[in-house]
């Protein structure tokens, strides 16, 4: 007997389906304004093909969050393995941040509307992690150029919440502000706060 609650022959890409809808659904209506009839239909398939892959709205929105968070771990792996200085491996760290927002513009604004925005009534989820997860690389990039003598030594955390806050300013603005874009923004702070400001003193 055939079972009509999981996927069948029509839906060969129902969870991915799913996941693209949902995405762009939270990112448009927020995650209390969407329902799961409204995802399942825009995503073309029945309700208990959601409910078959992710057993609830909430069980989808946590695995958009994984999503997100194994995107994150793949670019600062990449970033990680990467070599030059000390600026140009953060300067590649933000234009590869940059790639993945502007690759995945719905994910952004999904998660940014849920840290900024109003309340949605979305389950609870640590989102500080993914800015523990940037800290954590920036520093080990920052002390990997201390060991070397080509940084001065300065506090690392000082550095990785600099860069960091650099980085979250500029994509933020981006969002909210897209007639004042500017993907340069960020590698011309960047180089600037490790260049300085402050003229040498004369001997």
Same mark, same amino acid.
């Given at each position: 007997?055939?079972?009509?609650?999981?996927?069948?022959?029509?839906?060969?890409?129902?969870?991915?389906?799913?996941?693209?809808?949902?995405?762009?659904?939270?990112?448009?209506?927020?995650?209390?304004?969407?329902?799961?009839?409204?995802?399942?239909?825009?995503?073309?398939?029945?309700?208990?093909?959601?409910?078959?892959?992710?057993?609830?709205?909430?069980?989808?929105?946590?695995?958009?969050?994984?999503?997100?968070?194994?995107?994150?771990?793949?670019?600062?792996?990449?970033?990680?393995?990467?070599?030059?200085?000390?600026?140009?491996?953060?300067?590649?760290?933000?234009?590869? &941040?940059?790639? @993945? %927002?502007?690759?995945? $513009?719905?994910?952004?604004?999904? *998660?940014?509307?849920?840290?900024? !925005?109003?309340? =949605?009534?979305?389950?609870?989820?640590?989102?500080?992690?993914?800015?523990?997860?940037?800290?954590?690389?920036?520093?080990?990039?920052?002390?990997?150029?201390?060991?070397?003598?080509?940084?001065?030594?300065?506090?690392?955390?000082?550095?990785?919440?600099?860069?960091?806050?650099?980085?979250?300013?500029?994509?933020?603005?981006?969002? &909210?502000?897209? @007639? %004042?874009?500017?993907? $340069?923004?960020?590698?011309?702070? *960047?180089?600037?706060?490790?260049? !300085?400001?402050? =003229?040498?003193?004369?001997?």
């Amino acid at each position: 007997m055939k079972n009509n609650n999981g996927p069948n022959a029509e839906t060969p890409d129902a969870r991915e389906r799913l996941l693209d809808t949902a995405i762009g659904m939270f990112a448009q209506k927020g995650y209390a304004g969407t329902s799961v009839r409204e995802i399942a239909e825009q995503a073309g398939v029945s309700k208990p093909v959601l409910y078959y892959y992710f057993k609830s709205k909430e069980g989808l929105f946590l695995a958009i969050l994984e999503i997100a968070e194994n995107l994150q771990q793949q670019i600062l792996a990449e970033v990680l393995k990467s070599q030059g200085t000390v600026v140009d491996r953060l300067l590649l760290l933000y234009r590869r &941040v940059h790639e @993945e %927002v502007e690759a995945h $513009q719905s994910f952004y604004t999904m *998660i940014h509307g849920l840290i900024f !925005g109003p309340p =949605q009534g979305a389950p609870n989820y640590d989102f500080s992690r993914y800015h523990r997860h940037m800290i954590d690389v920036i520093r080990k990039i920052f002390n990997t150029g201390l060991a070397v003598g080509e940084v001065k030594k300065i506090n690392a955390d000082d550095v990785a919440y600099l860069v960091l806050s650099l980085i979250d300013f500029c994509l933020h603005v981006d969002q &909210v502000q897209p @007639e %004042v874009s500017d993907p $340069q923004r960020a590698e011309r702070l *960047i180089r600037l706060a490790f260049q !300085g400001i402050e =003229q040498g003193t004369e001997n």
